[in-house]
């Protein structure tokens, strides 16, 4: 298994090779392959499901947590600026859905960057919930097309406010997607720490 402790670590996974075939391909095209040929799907933002793959090979996913935090949005960039397949985990708000926070951030980066980028598949779950709180459909698609996890999800907070945090984010939370790993085979592991896992400077 391998494994990376500090920020730069986590995001020298952009050097590795991006997948040939994995160019962007446009707001709403999906590039899906199917034996040794090429085609592009063209799908509505709001209609990726799972079973639209079905019957498609497709290059090894990475799968991101905390998508939607500081970091997280900057690793999306990237990572689909270097080429690379991404799923994201995120979670609803009050207001929005998954789905509708990480359209909101590829609109921000697209408005800054002046050009398309293609979407990652959203996948609705929680990473203080078991299995990260994804369905059955979600954790077979996960175990079929993810080969990686960054785990960049965390709590901030930094004493006990009452709500279970930050021990339930970071240490819960980090069980809850080594289970995860576990059980859909993802072996490529790189996990996002801070130097405040050092303690206290007293």
Request: glycine share 8%; aromatic share 6%; hydrophobic share 35%.
């Amino acid at each position: 298994m391998q494994t990376s402790r500090t920020k730069t670590k986590a995001v020298n996974i952009l050097n590795y090779p991006s997948f040939s075939l994995c160019s962007p391909v446009g707001v709403s095209n999906i590039e899906w392959v199917r034996g040794s040929a090429t085609i592009v799907r063209v799908l509505n933002r709001d209609d990726i499901a799972l079973d639209s793959i079905e019957g498609y090979i497709v290059s090894g996913y990475l799968l991101l947590t905390g998508s939607t935090g500081l970091l997280g949005r900057y690793l999306i960039r990237d990572l689909l600026l270097a080429g690379r397949r991404v799923a994201v985990l995120a979670r609803p708000s009050r207001k929005e859905t998954a789905g509708q926070r990480i359209e909101a951030i590829m609109q921000m980066w697209e408005s800054e960057l002046g050009r398309t980028l293609p979407r990652p598949i959203c996948l609705e779950g929680d990473i203080c919930s078991e299995q990260l709180g994804l369905d059955r459909a979600s954790r077979d698609w996960v175990a079929e097309y993810c080969s990686t996890m960054l785990h960049s999800a965390a709590s901030l907070t930094f004493y006990d406010d009452g709500t279970g945090e930050p021990y339930r984010s970071n240490v819960e939370g980090t069980q809850n997607m080594l289970e995860l790993c576990r059980i859909t085979g993802i072996r490529d592991l790189h996990y996002v720490s801070t130097a405040y896992v050092c303690g206290l400077r007293q």
